[in-house]
């Protein structure tokens, strides 16, 4: 018997399986209709926009976009939580402590590839006018034992409708003039931070822009050691962590891609085995996607107490003192020292393996003095093999944004989602951002947009960060590190407002425009 189908269900399937398939046509679309021509897809439609445009150099052009303005809108948050049964216990312990909350669901953006469409509840009370009152109520909260924390909604990354303000600095770089755009490590060295401006000055940089994540602290491993892939001059300097997008440079082609790294050793006995990482401390693997934690959990620090470290002189001039074995290898890859101790000097044209639980029996048994060791390094980008030139350079960062003209944020895969509280902080709501990309003709953009201020600039989500590269004609792109260490510097001045209240962050490397 033939069934008849209602024409509601047929609409129904009809509609899922367009939003299922062809999702970033759709948003595209709509966005396209919402905004005027030009305008930036950031909140509310038809907000004032101030450009203004400066040509640089022959092919590098700078543009400042401020958009919006501040709304004076604050709330207080005082929970937020993965489910909607912990958020009313909660809202239960405020109501009898005279307080008036909701709950406010968070939604997930729709290219974002975490699963759930809401990620967690907060729980707030009102909106308030001033920040004043809002920290009135917060200080009450405190009075009765709970924590609260000040929001601006414009940080609000869950709510589209919005004022800002936005302030957006672009370096447009023609393919013509792509060869003038570098990369450079803090100090010149992987041990170390320094600030943009610094880099730039020592460089006689016309313009600069911070580059990917990096250590920040001892406790999480070597300060300024880049938390990822990074090549300089077509030397790896530092493992990728797995599933990770970085971006390349090189002499035909800049690309946005995911970048894996594999590097061996093989012993003149005919044995070998693979480096857990490079230019790092032993045991202390910064947003983990290593060997021995393959899923990458960004901002966490996972540990290892068997690794085999590969130490190069752009390192710095001795490893790290520690438990364990090392061995000293010339330029030729001879064995020159063995000993029981980490901390030894790098030689110029050598390295240093150094070696802890297995791994330091493996270069007791296999990498005694007088043999040789000799190195393999494979990198791939989107699985296939990259080639290193002189002219080769990798800067790490993530998630992934747009993708051949497609909305393609890979959020999830690349490690921001291993709590939704932190993907609600980092991803959801607005930070400053640091952001790189490439048109269809090759032209280079390099974006740094401010944030946490409510004067000037609230910053983006993810998805918005997605919106705005394609909105200015980038056709791949890529988040690199945002937050306080988001910076730009034209001809040796800060032109944007880092938004550590220390003023302008130390990093571990930056892209450098230079004569």
């Known amino acids: 018997m033939q069934r008849n189908i209602p024409v509601y269900r047929i609409l129904i399937f009809s509609s899922l399986f367009l939003l299922f398939f062809y999702p970033s046509d759709i948003h595209a679309k709509g966005t396209q209709e919402r905004y005027q021509k030009n305008e930036l897809p950031l909140g509310n439609p038809n907000l004032n926009e ?20 501040a709304s004076n809108q604050y709330t207080v948050e005082v929970g937020f939580f993965d489910n909607q049964a912990a958020a009313q216990d909660l809202l239960h312990k405020l109501a009898n402590n005279d307080f008036t909350f909701s709950i406010l669901p968070i939604q997930n953006d729709p290219f974002n590839d975490v699963p759930e469409d809401i990620i967690g509840y907060s729980v707030r009370s009102g909106n308030y006018t001033n920040e004043a009152d809002a920290e009135l109520i917060n200080k009450q909260l405190s009075a009765k034992g709970f924590s609260g924390k000040i929001i601006y909604n414009g940080f ?36 170390g931070k320094e600030t943009v401006s610094s880099m730039a000055a020592r460089s006689n940089a016309i313009a600069a822009i911070n580059g990917g994540y990096f250590v920040t602290k001892n406790s999480d491993g070597t300060p300024g050691d880049l938390a990822g892939i990074s090549i300089i001059n077509g030397e790896l300097l530092s493992e990728s962590i797995n599933h990770r997008s970085g971006f390349s440079l090189s002499e035909r082609k800049t690309d946005v891609s995911v970048l894996s790294t594999q590097v061996q050793i093989k012993s003149s006995d005919g044995f070998q085995r693979d480096v857990d990482g490079m230019n790092r401390v032993s045991g202390l693997i910064r947003s983990c996607g290593n060997l021995a934690n393959p899923l990458p959990t960004h901002d966490v620090t996972c540990r290892s107490d068997s690794e085999l470290i590969l130490y190069k002189p752009i390192f710095d001039t001795v490893t790290p003192v520690g438990n364990g074995v090392e061995v000293v290898l010339n330029e030729q890859g001879e064995v020159i020292v063995q ?54 350079s990798v800067v790490n960062g993530g998630p992934l944004l747009l993708k051949n003209n497609q909305f393609f944020i890979d959020a999830d895969r690349e490690g921001f989602n291993w709590s939704h509280d932190f993907f609600y902080r980092f991803g959801i709501n607005r930070n400053p951002r640091t952001l790189a990309g490439s048109k269809p003709d090759g032209t280079i953009l390099l974006v740094a947009v401010d944030g946490r201020n409510p004067q000037i600039s609230v910053g983006l989500s993810f998805q918005e960060s997605a919106m705005l590269m394609k909105s200015l004609g980038a056709k791949d792109a890529l988040n690199l590190d945002g937050g306080g260490s988001t910076t730009m510097v034209i001809n040796g001045s800060i032109v944007n407002h880092p938004s550590d209240s220390t003023g302008e962050r130390p990093v571990g490397d930056a892209l450098l425009f230079t004569n």
């Open 156 to 191: 609000d990354g869950s709510s589209t409708e919005t004022t800002g303000p936005w302030m957006v600095h672009i370096l447009e770089i023609e393919q013509k003039a792509a060869s003038h755009l570098l990369t450079t490590l803090a100090n010149g060295q992987v041990n």
């Open 50 to 69: 101030k450009r203004v445009i400066q040509k640089l150099s022959p092919g590098l052009t700078y543009t400042k976009i401020e958009r919006g303005h």
């Open 339 to 392: 000993d029981e101790f980490q901390g030894h000097i790098i030689p110029r044209n050598g390295s240093v393996l150094s070696g802890t639980g297995e791994a330091a029996a493996w270069l007791r048994t296999h990498a005694a003095v007088g043999m040789k060791v000799m190195t393999q390094t494979h990198i791939q980008s989107d699985h296939q093999t990259l080639s290193l030139t002189p002219k080769t």
